[in-house]
């Protein structure tokens, strides 16, 4: 398995410029979920996904989308960047999310994004 | 909403030492309790997790941590650290893996 993968690793974009973050998961995994990552904030909660066609909001969801047509894949949107959205970005799945689970959360290598 | 605290987030020690880090979240109802960690330029990795039975738990690389219900606490302890625990530790609650709140985390730095 190759676990959690994320791409890019690295990306650059312009205010008011869009772009889409890839996350896929060959694990089955039902739950899945981005986060991101700034200096002292720990991580906050964007987006999560509880299986295909089915998303909510987190923390921070403002500026971004998200969809699940498949179980494996989870794409992270960012309609038009801002500054403030420089961050790391983290996609993470478990295989169950009701309240009883002890599942391991697992989580990709991150998406470095800088927006000038 | 459930939130977690870390105390002290820059901790710098020499080899050998013992490390504590404070974890103390809030929430009324039955919460799961992870640690994780970050080495420099790695994703999150679970240390351990605490969901029911016995409040001291242990996980990898020698770290453990004990639940203590009464001070909404889980506190993670290695009692002899190496430079390779140099990293960022992050304690997260919830109910089931569903919305984990994270804190903002320590960032060990371990002296050679």
């Known amino acids: 398995n190759a676990g959690v993968t994320q791409t890019p690793k690295f990306q650059v974009l312009k205010t008011g410029q869009s772009m889409t973050l890839q996350c896929a998961q060959d694990?089955?995994?039902?739950?899945m979920s981005w986060y991101r990552q700034d200096p002292g904030m720990g991580l906050r909660l964007i987006h999560y996904?509880?299986?295909?066609?089915?998303?909510d909001q987190g923390e921070v969801p403002n500026g971004y989308n998200v969809s699940r047509s498949t179980t494996e894949d989870f794409p992270l949107r960012l309609l038009s960047a801002a500054p403030s959205q420089t961050s790391v970005y983290f996609c993470?799945?478990?295989?169950?999310?009701?309240?009883?689970?002890?599942?391991?959360?697992?989580f990709g290598p991150g998406t470095r994004l800088t927006v000038l | 909403a459930q939130s977690v605290s870390q105390h002290n987030h820059h901790v710098i020690l020499s080899e050998a030492a013992s490390l504590e880090l404070g974890c103390n979240y809030s929430?009324?109802?039955?919460?799961?309790l992870f640690w994780y960690v970050q080495y420099p330029g790695q994703h999150l990795q679970l240390l351990l997790k605490?969901?029911?039975?016995?409040?001291l738990v242990k996980g990898i690389k020698g770290f453990e941590a004990e639940f203590i219900k009464s001070k909404f606490s889980f506190n993670l302890r290695k009692p002899s650290v190496q430079w390779s625990d140099t990293a960022e530790y992050f304690c997260?609650?919830?109910?089931?893996?569903?919305?984990?709140?994270f804190g903002k985390g320590n960032q060990v730095v371990v002296i050679p």
């Open positions: 997260a609650a919830g109910t089931g893996n569903n919305r984990l709140a």
């Open positions: 694990m089955n995994h039902e739950y």
């Open positions: 929430y009324g109802g039955t919460v799961n």
């Open positions: 996904s509880v299986g295909a066609g089915i998303t």
């Open positions: 993470a799945s478990s295989y169950s999310w009701d309240r009883s689970s002890t599942d391991t959360q697992y």
């Open positions: 605490y969901f029911s039975g016995d409040p």
